[in-house]
């Protein structure tokens, strides 16, 4: 059976759910996309239907990977359903109500120029502190328990988890800043600090994707578990050194496109040696790979 195939087919419900909604919010994101290439809208700015598609796009993908990821922690099935279902009806609240704010052509965020706005900027940030509990709920599993049999896979979920709990608390300080600058009377100043951590919050979000699928990948090639180790290890301080040098060019107000030499090579780098573990994974696949049973009805090549 096709890899892809067989995660949805040895899915948990929650977890099915989670990868139906987060298609749904993706094609939204796609659809958000095409509506604004055939406008000829703008891209920028709080009020643009930019802010549909990257919210779509990115609670989308967001949403599936971590239902995949955490399918692998050894987590009671009661609690993951409540962790995961929280995580599920929390994006969907994200994504519509940003979307539903665009359409009206009115921010999604900071906007307390009536009640229906006041509420649903609070209902928003509501929304991410339940995102922020739930990922902190997994990532505490992923610490504790013991996880896949694989260290490497076990690795880069625990790493995958922490990086993106760096993204939800950037987003945190994001609102934070937001609503004070707003709450004070400037939210022209709102969106201006907020704006400077996005780089940040968009690079550490998807490394719960990137690390795990990383490793799951490594699983299909003839490489034994320690040198899968390796690689994975090597991924994970790629994509720590490259999140560290995008958070301290965002806290400190550079422009990642405009920043100095030094830290310019040392992102390159890390992106590159961050793409070269990927691309050296792929490469070394077999292409018959096959699966057995393991337990919780997950699949694992030998």
């Known amino acids: 059976m096709n890899p892809l195939i067989r995660i949805w087919h040895d899915g948990r419900r929650a977890e099915r759910v989670a990868y139906a909604v987060g298609a749904v919010l993706f094609a939204g994101g796609l659809a958000h996309a095409l509506v604004l290439i055939a406008t000829g809208g703008s891209w920028l700015g709080p009020l643009s239907l930019r802010k549909a598609v990257t919210f779509g796009l990115s609670f989308g993908l967001t949403l599936a990977s971590v239902a995949w990821a955490t399918s692998f922690l050894t987590v009671r099935p009661r609690i993951r359903s409540a962790l995961l279902g929280a995580f599920t009806a929390a994006s969907v609240a994200e994504v519509v109500l940003v979307s539903m704010q665009a359409w009206r052509g009115v921010p999604s965020h900071f906007d307390f120029e009536t009640p229906f706005d006041t509420a649903v900027s609070m209902?928003?940030?509501?929304?991410?502190?339940?995102?922020?509990?739930?990922?902190?709920?997994?990532?505490?599993?992923?610490?504790?328990?013991?996880?896949?049999?694989?260290?490497?896979?076990?690795?880069?979920?625990?790493?995958?988890?922490?990086?993106?709990?760096?993204?939800?608390?950037?987003?945190?300080?994001?609102?934070?800043?937001?609503?004070?600058?707003?709450?004070?009377?400037?939210?022209?100043?709102?969106?201006?600090?907020?704006?400077?951590?996005?780089?940040?919050?968009?690079?550490?979000?998807?490394?719960?994707?990137?690390?795990?699928?990383?490793?799951?990948?490594?699983?299909?090639?003839?490489?034994?578990?320690?040198?899968?180790?390796?690689?994975?290890?090597?991924?994970?301080?790629?994509?720590?050194?490259?999140?560290?040098?995008?958070?301290?060019?965002?806290?400190?107000?550079i422009d990642p496109l405009a920043a100095p030499l030094p830290l310019t090579a040392l992102s390159a780098l890390a992106a590159i040696a961050l793409a070269g573990t990927g691309g050296y994974a792929l490469s070394g696949i077999e292409p018959a790979a096959r699966f057995v049973r393991v337990p919780h009805g997950k699949a694992r090549g030998r």
């Open 123 to 253: 209902t928003l940030a509501a929304g991410g502190g339940v995102i922020i509990v739930t990922v902190i709920g997994f990532t505490a599993a992923a610490l504790v328990e013991p996880g896949p049999d694989a260290p490497s896979l076990r690795l880069a979920i625990r790493a995958g988890l922490v990086v993106l709990l760096v993204a939800l608390a950037t987003g945190a300080v994001m609102i934070g800043r937001g609503v004070v600058a707003a709450r004070g009377g400037d939210p022209e100043l709102a969106y201006t600090t907020a704006g400077s951590l996005k780089p940040l919050h968009a690079v550490a979000m998807h490394a719960i994707l990137v690390l795990p699928a990383l490793a799951w990948l490594l699983r299909f090639t003839r490489s034994p578990e320690a040198h899968r180790m390796r690689v994975v290890t090597t991924a994970v301080a790629a994509d720590a050194v490259l999140t560290a040098v995008i958070g301290l060019e965002s806290f400190t107000g």
